[in-house]
Each structure stands twice: as structure tokens, then as C-alpha cells.
């Protein structure tokens, strides 16, 4: 079953899809506004598709439910990792890639965002993706199963652009973490284009003005 989501699609017809994850606690309409700010009117048609994760209890927060790409049991980089939930939301975004094929749009012409959480999964789903995709974007976000990717990686996405926007003053997920995966991806020959920001975990205008002219560059 496909999850749940919101779309805006810039005009008929779109030849490109962005699919967009949203952060813990958040669900698809978080990042929906960012479209005006983001979108270039040069840009060939575009559909944005921004899924609801789903509702599970997360062991950070207490074990409260919410919406959640996957459990949480500490931020530290070495705690202990909800594989099975991880798994299960790449699963999910294949599925979303999948429903994008059959809207038209190949996987060349598919890019993966996501914010914090759902950075860590368009990366962990993007790069084992089978077939190439236009891009990966991942804002306040780090590799989960990072000791797996070398192993499951997709020959597919290893030349595929990746952007990564990360806080200075991140305090949820911490700049060393995002610069740890950074530099884990740069030595198994990622090529990144890196940017930070003297914000916390949010997004600011000058990445998204730094996203817009990277996006423009890879929507040839």
C-alpha cells in the first residue's frame, strides 16, 4: 500500500517528480509551502510529493506515537538503530518511486529530499536505489546503517549528485553527525556538494536559494 500524501504539481504533465520526506513529529504538509519559494518558473513541470510517514511510537520521545520514518533510541552515532523501520521506509519509498513510474516520470527523473529524518532516508533509499535518479537532497540529516551502504549500495546512483544542507548550531542532529556521513560517502566516492548554515535544525532562505540554483542545474 502507497502512503499517504500531499502533491502540487507546477504544471501538466510533469516530466520531473521530487518526493520529499518530512522530519519526525511532522507529516507531509510541512514542507509543501517551501514550493513557491523553491520553484524556478524556468523549470520544466514538476510534481512535488510530499508523503505522511507513519504513526509509531518513538523511544526518544518518551514512547509517544507520532509520525516517524523510524524509531529513534538515541542520537548518538553509535546507539542502537531501528533497522527493521529503516528498511521499511525505504520499502515505502521504492513504492512512491514505483507509483511515479507508472505516472510517466522514469527514475532519471526523480529526485529524493528530505529533512533531518527524511534526509536519512532519501539518502539510505536513494543510494541503494537499482536504477539512477536525478538527485539526492539531504537537509539536517546523517546515514543511518552506514556500516551496510558500502555492501548494498547501487552501482545505479554512484555518480549521482547529492545535496547536503546542515546548521551549524544544529542541537537535534548534530553538525559532527551530518559531517561524519559526509565525509563516509566522500571516501566511497559520492560526489556532494556540502553547504552549512549558521542556523539550528530548520531550513533557511539562503539554502533554499542554494538549493534552487543546484536543482536548476540537475532538472536539464
Known amino acids: 500500500m502507497t502512503l499517504p500524501t500531499v502533491e502540487h504539481e507546477t504544471a501538466v504533465n510533469p516530466l520531473y517528480s521530487i518526493i520529499w520526506l518530512h522530519g519526525l513529529g511532522a507529516d507531509g504538509n510541512d514542507f509543501a509551502p517551501i514550493v513557491p519559494e523553491l520553484v524556478d518558473p524556468a523549470w520544466p513541470p514538476l510534481r512535488f510529493v510530499f508523503p505522511h510517514a507513519p504513526v509509531r511510537p518513538v523511544t526518544i520521545n518518551n514512547g509517544m506515537s507520532m509520525r516517524a520514518w523510524y524509531d529513534i533510541y538515541g542520537f548518538d552515532m553509535n546507539a542502537r538503530q531501528d533497522d527493521a523501520g529503516i528498511r521499511s521506509s525505504i520499502a515505502a519509498t521504492e513504492a512512491l518511486i514505483a507509483r511515479e513510474h507508472e505516472r510517466g516520470v522514469p ?114
Not at 544544529?170 to 571516501?187: F, I, K, T
Open 107 to 220: 527514475s532519471e527523473r526523480i529526485v529524493l529530499a528530505g529533512f533531518s529524518q527524511g534526509g536519512a532516508i532519501a539518502l539510505s533509499a536513494g543510494l541503494r536505489h537499482p536504477e539512477k535518479l536525478a538527485g539526492i537532497v539531504a537537509l539536517s540529516a546523517y546515514l543511518p546503517m552506514h556500516g551496510a551502504l558500502a555492501a548494498e549500495r547501487s552501482a545505479a546512483n554512484a555518480a549521482t549528485p547529492i545535496f547536503w544542507g546542515h546548521g551549524t548550531a544544529d542541537p537535534v542532529v548534530a553538525l559532527q553527525r551530518g559531517v561524519d556521513s559526509h565525509d563516509l560517502l566522500q571516501s566511497l566516492g559520492y560526489t556532494l556538494e556540502w553547504h552549512t548554515y549558521p542556523m539550528a535544525h530548520a531550513v533557511c532562505a539562503e539554502e533554499i536559494g542554494d538549493l534552487r540554483r543546484w536543482l536548476t542545474r540537475h532538472l536539464a
